[in-house]
């Protein structure tokens, strides 16, 4: 197996999960982990075949929304509007139904790319890999869909060449940095094992930029409200300190990724 991040073969096994999503238990499948001796990046040891996607992205997958998750995601639409243009042409990678892009106004021009069947006028149903462009882009984003890639170097590459002139690159990811990682390792809530196919940090995420890309990563401690809560279900007693470990702990990291020189 090679590393998905730097292409090292040297790696050991730290632990199996179960299959679960979130907070969410799906089956109790045995999934082996992996740790990138080199780099020190996270991965399933999983087969991609064309079972894959419909084993392991059930109908149930994205179940419904709690009520402060609800409203968590709103905050979180609002949140991630601050750092885009006012105006500007926009791909979103991994856009599911498409919530991000019917909340931006009609200055920008969006456009989703999912795997998943849409009706949605603009949702392309297609791999962002394979697909044809036949236009370039202001601001590319992948909010939490760039871990469910087997190859996240060709993707960001792909999407350097899609951007104009000063365009920007948006990436929301785990941190396997964070204390809930250390703490909770295979029960941690942004493990998602199988779909998560690689796990970076903030000491390895460089590996997957490409030359004429500066980048700078901004902490988003508040992105979801409840994941170390739910990280820390087999440690009850650190449970009670919950408000201020997650004041301090860094679950998921935003990559601003630049073409500007």
Same mark, same amino acid.
């Given at each position: 197996m090679n590393c998905p991040l730097c292409s090292s073969t040297k790696n050991k096994k730290i632990f199996s999960a179960n299959n679960f999503h979130g907070r969410h238990h799906l089956d109790s499948k045995k999934i082996p982990i992996f740790k990138c001796l080199d780099c020190g990046c996270l991965?399933?040891?999983?087969?991609?075949? =064309? *079972?894959?996607?419909? !084993?392991?992205?059930?109908?149930?997958?994205?179940?419904?929304?709690? @009520?402060?998750?609800?409203?968590?995601?709103?905050?979180?639409?609002?949140?991630k509007k601050l750092y885009l243009p006012p105006k500007c042409s926009l791909l979103d990678v991994g856009c599911g139904?498409?919530?991000?892009?019917?909340?931006?106004?009609?200055?920008?021009?969006a456009?989703?790319?999912?795997?998943?069947?849409?009706?949605?006028?603009?949702?392309i149903q297609a791999d962002f890999i394979k697909h044809k462009f036949n236009q370039k882009y202001d601001v590319i984003t992948?909010?939490?869909?760039?871990?469910?890639?087997?190859?996240? =170097? *060709?993707?960001?590459? !792909?999407?350097?060449?899609?951007?104009?002139?000063?365009?920007?690159? @948006?990436?929301?990811?785990?941190?396997?940095?964070?204390?809930?990682?250390k703490v909770a390792q295979n029960s941690w809530f942004h493990l998602d094992p199988p779909r998560h196919l690689f796990l970076p940090s903030v000491r390895n995420i460089n590996q997957i930029i490409p030359q004429g890309l500066s980048y700078k990563i901004v902490s988003t401690p508040l992105e979801f409200p409840l994941d170390l809560y739910w990280s820390l279900k087999k440690r009850p007693l650190l449970r009670l300190?919950?408000?201020?470990?997650?004041?301090?702990?860094?679950?998921?990291?935003?990559? =601003?990724?630049?073409?500007?020189r």
């Open positions: 991965y399933p040891k999983i087969s991609i075949n =064309k *079972k894959y996607y419909k !084993k392991y992205y059930p109908k149930n997958y994205q179940s419904s929304p709690s @009520l402060v998750e609800s409203i968590w995601l709103k905050f979180n639409l609002f949140y139904s498409g919530q991000f892009i019917n909340s931006l106004p009609p200055s920008i021009k456009t989703g790319i999912d795997l998943s069947k849409s009706n949605h006028p603009h949702i992948f909010w939490h869909s760039l871990e469910h890639f087997q190859h996240p =170097k *060709k993707v960001i590459a !792909k999407a350097q060449r899609l951007l104009n002139k000063d365009g920007l690159i @948006l990436i929301t990811i785990p941190n396997t940095d964070s204390l809930a990682f300190l919950y408000p201020i470990l997650k004041f301090f702990d860094t679950q998921t990291m935003l990559i =601003k990724l630049s073409s500007r």
